[in-house]
């Protein structure tokens, strides 16, 4: 039987490594939790995105379809120290921070009709759509 080492902490020396040979600002993206978590799925009628931001309530988000964009984004409100003995963070590993996610839509969308859904920290957008082939017809034309 072999036995191998394993290691639960972080690798700093790659993260170094990247961080120099990577642009900053990427990195900074790529490493900062900023953006919520996010999946696109497609149906036969509809895509969907699907966003884990956890802790929000539903008019915390505005989303707005313009031209082909889809916006979805947060901001939080300002917070009030309601606290009498200011507090001091050992460790955080989540905050709610403001975000905005850009998704294009695709032509065959119907954005008068992209609704919505809030529940147990998932927002949910729904993006119906045409499918492509359902109009395309094929036919004989008689030259009279």
């Known amino acids: ?3 191998i080492r394993w290691r639960n902490q972080p690798n700093f ?5 990247e961080t120099m040979r990577n642009n900053a600002d990427d990195n900074f993206n790529d490493n900062c939790g900023c953006q919520p978590n996010t999946n696109i799925l497609k ?7 699907e966003m884990a931001v956890p802790g929000l309530q539903k008019s915390d988000f505005n989303i707005r379809a313009e031209e082909n964009v889809l916006s979805i984004s947060y901001e939080p409100a300002e ?4 606290q009498e003995i ?3 963070y050992l460790r955080r590993e989540y905050e709610q921070e403001a975000f905005t996610r850009h998704f294009t839509l695709p032509e ?3 954005a008068e009709k992209i609704s919505a859904k809030y529940e147990n920290g998932l927002l949910r957008v ?15 034309i008689n030259i009279n």
């Open 126 to 140: 729904f993006i119906p759509y045409e499918d492509p082939e359902k109009n395309k017809i094929t036919r004989s």
């Open 86 to 88: 200011p507090v001091t």
């Open 13 to 17: 020396e790659r993260f170094l490594n």
């Open 1 to 3: 039987m072999t036995i």
């Open 43 to 49: 149906s036969k009628d509809h895509f969907m995105i």
């Open 79 to 82: 917070k009030k120290d309601d």
């Open 108 to 110: 065959t969308s119907d």
